[in-house]
């Protein structure tokens, strides 16, 4: 422990002891559950103080920084683009534009090399004008002339957001337009002066989640306070929410009851008519024309006949919402197959499954009244997005193709065809010459072969001697698929890094099922598996402990957090970010009772026997050494709180462990709200876990 944390722990220590004055007994660092209270700030800032010190005393971190810095600043990114209105519209940061512009080109324009790009809006503009940190979330758009837009601007990252409608044509505000004050609003268009809207309209209108539980229908012209409610849900339900499909048969427009992360209820609003449509409620629903595509998360026994867990069905919406159960099979997953997502163009679904972590595409439709379905040649390795133009009026749609050391590309392709037209490749941030990458299976404590990527130097020896930092994520049924590593080049594997990509249970790399196998009281199977991972690396001799270093994010770092404590000498740093820590107070933080489908709820004794065996706030000891921890979070974080990794950082520091603490003031859960943030979170995480392991 250097000295800034020594004289940070100690004012940590006469803080604690007021805690426990004030009744805070059961657990002392509570107080740094208030986010921007006047002690836990003035913590904060010593916290970063001391931090910042430490990281930038080490060479590697300012030579990261400046590395990091010029690749950013360079604007070597895709320039990803949706349509609007017969505009390619595409959302872009650089160096002089940290808080980035909206911008629109033409389809003509963006096939060139340097395309002529229109400002649409400046976010750094808008902020410097309006005194306020503006960050951009999202533009919707109204079909299909978009001249109405609503934007969505967060103050400082959070998930809240303000709703401000925009004029694309005069490329200003609408004066007395539609408005929504900061929540977490979700918003879609019924026709060009209406809308459905889920928002905070006061007390008693949100869930205990934090979310809306009301949609209403809200008409130009007239005040919030007037919108006729069309639906409310429970305040037990995670949230409420109004959709709108497109297709060419015209829009259909949809109200989502969530209960909880994982169940839900479907309400098509037919005319002026709410009709529920009887779906499982753990399944998802897509619409393409008046077809319902059903992906099933459980096995479902229609008129007896049994569709299996992470099957794709399909029928007709009108007729299946009056009974009819006539289904057609457009996917049915194998051991190694899941169905990774579903995009809508004008006469087809593209199905994008995921096949033993690498994705593949196959195109559905619909010939009289049956259905077709093709195999799309694209890549073969790596992971492949699609994104529809115009799902109205083309079968046009982006194809991006990527791995962990090709640059992404992007390109034009269309329905029946395998022809595609490249349209922007991104540079490469280093040489993919010098690196290989290796796929290997690990086996958990209970037997199951766990996969996971390897990317490291052609040049590497096996000596167990090679920096090597994990990764995982295990959670939410989120698949953890190969990703251009871009900064990664210069921030780790020309130093000799190597990087590990861990598929284990929990995510959705091989659908529900290998999702379910680690919920609730199943949680310790995917720490398991990462724990074999680990295992593994070390028994192959690609690393050894003295040079293993963990790093996760949110679950990811509940993940991390569990590996530290209960296998402390199997790893010699971890970067802990934006985690769930406290596991015993989760659900009452923030957007945590929202996750209570997925880890169990702590207040149910039954429930706590099995969360309070890994709660990693609740399993640090003073007598266990531990490997150095470098905890980051955001103040604006408004989904998972940032006293997890507070009062971690804080207990730790008190047991005397090596422990460093940094917060951003913004970012919200993503951690940067500009480039300089994004700068400084890769040197500070990267010099910290070179430091550590070389």
């Not at 609003?269 to 459980?298: C, E, H, M, W």
């Not at 995921?354 to 619909?366: G, H, Q, S």
């Not at 991390?560 to 820590?581: H, I, K, S, W």
């Not at 003031?665 to 010099?687: C, D, L, M, P, Y």
């Amino acid at each position: 422990m250097n000295v800034y944390q020594k004289i940070a722990a100690l004012a940590l220590l006469l803080l604690a002891l007021t805690g426990l004055a004030r009744g805070q007994d059961s657990d002392p660092y509570q107080w740094l559950e208030d986010v921007r209270g006047e002690q836990p700030m003035r913590w904060v800032a010593q916290q970063n103080d001391a931090t910042l010190r430490a990281l930038q005393s080490a060479p590697e971190y300012r030579q990261i920084q400046d590395s990091v810095r010029a690749t950013l600043n360079t604007g070597a990114r895709l320039p990803e683009v949706t349509l609007h209105g017969g505009y390619l519209y595409n959302f872009w940061v650089d160096a002089g534009h940290q808080r980035g512009v909206w911008r629109r080109t033409t389809m003509a324009q963006y096939r060139l090399p340097e395309p002529a790009w229109e400002t649409v809006l400046d976010v750094d503009q808008l902020a410097a004008q309006e005194n306020e940190k503006w960050v951009w979330h999202d533009a919707q758009c109204w079909y299909p002339a978009a001249d109405r837009c609503l934007i969505l601007l967060s103050r400082g990252g959070g998930d809240a957001h303000v709703v401000r409608e925009f004029d694309t044509v005069t490329r200003s505000f609408v004066q007395d337009g539609f408005t929504l004050a900061e929540a977490k609003s979700e918003v879609a268009w019924i026709d060009r002066d209406t809308l459905l809207v889920a928002s905070d309209f006061g007390e008693d209108t949100l869930t205990a989640s934090g979310y809306a539980r009301i949609v209403k229908e809200w008409r130009r012209g007239t005040p919030l306070s007037a919108a006729r409610t069309l639906y409310e849900g429970q305040a037990t339900d995670m949230r409420v929410t109004p959709q709108q499909h497109l297709s060419a048969q015209g829009a259909y427009h949809f109200i989502t009851r969530t209960i909880d992360f994982y169940r839900s209820e479907l309400f098509w609003r037919d005319q002026d008519r709410l009709r529920k449509v009887p779906v499982p409620d753990d399944a998802q629903t897509f619409i393409l024309g008046g077809q319902l595509a059903i992906q099933l998360n459980s096995d479902w026994r229609v008129n007896g006949k049994r569709y299996p867990q992470g099957a794709l069905l399909a029928t007709n919406l009108r007729r299946f919402v009056r009974g009819e159960r006539q289904l057609a099979v457009l996917f049915s997953p194998t051991p190694t197959s899941s169905l990774d997502g579903i995009t809508v163009t004008r006469n087809a679904l593209l199905l994008n499954i995921l096949d033993n972590v690498r994705n593949r595409l196959v195109e559905v439709r619909r010939v009289r009244q049956q259905w077709r379905q093709r195999r799309v040649d694209a890549p073969a390795f790596g992971q492949l997005a699609v994104t529809a133009l115009d799902p109205v009026a083309s079968d046009d749609y982006m194809l991006k193709a990527t791995d962990f050391i090709h640059p992404s590309t992007i390109y034009l392709a269309r329905v029946g065809s395998d022809t595609r037209t490249p349209l922007k490749a991104m540079p490469a941030y280093f040489d993919a010459a010098a690196y290989e990458v290796r796929q290997h299976h690990a086996v958990s404590k209970d037997g199951t072969r766990v996969p996971y990527f390897v990317v490291m130097s052609k040049q590497a020896r096996l000596d167990g001697s090679n920096p090597t930092v994990l990764n995982a994520y295990g959670g939410f049924q989120f698949p953890m698929k190969p990703y251009y590593l871009g900064p990664m080049g210069d921030a780790w594997l020309k130093h000799g890094g190597v990087y590990v990509l861990a598929n284990i249970r929990g995510g959705g790399e091989f659908g529900p099922a290998w999702h379910q196998a680690a919920v609730k009281q199943n949680r310790q199977r995917a720490f398991d598996d990462f724990l074999a991972v680990a295992e593994d690396l070390v028994r192959r001799k690609i690393t050894s402990p003295r040079h293993l270093g963990i790093s996760g994010r949110s679950n990811g770092g509940l993940l991390v957090g569990v590996a530290f404590t209960q296998r402390p000498e199997l790893f010699n740093a971890v970067v802990c970010g934006a985690p769930l820590l406290d596991m015993r107070r989760y659900n009452k933080l923030l957007a945590g009772a929202s996750w209570v489908a997925e880890y169990g709820d702590p207040d149910d004794p039954a429930q706590w026997a099995y969360i309070g065996k890994y709660s990693p706030y609740h399993h640090v000891l003073k007598e266990k050494h531990y490997p150095r921890v470098l905890f980051t979070t955001s103040t604006s974080d408004d989904r998972v709180h940032p006293g997890h990794a507070r009062k971690m950082a804080a207990q730790m520091q008190q047991q005397g462990h090596d422990a460093l603490y940094w917060e951003n003031t913004e970012g919200g859960h993503s951690a940067a709200a500009s480039i300089e943030q994004e700068v400084q979170w890769w040197a500070a995480t990267h010099s910290f876990l070179l430091h550590q392991l070389k």
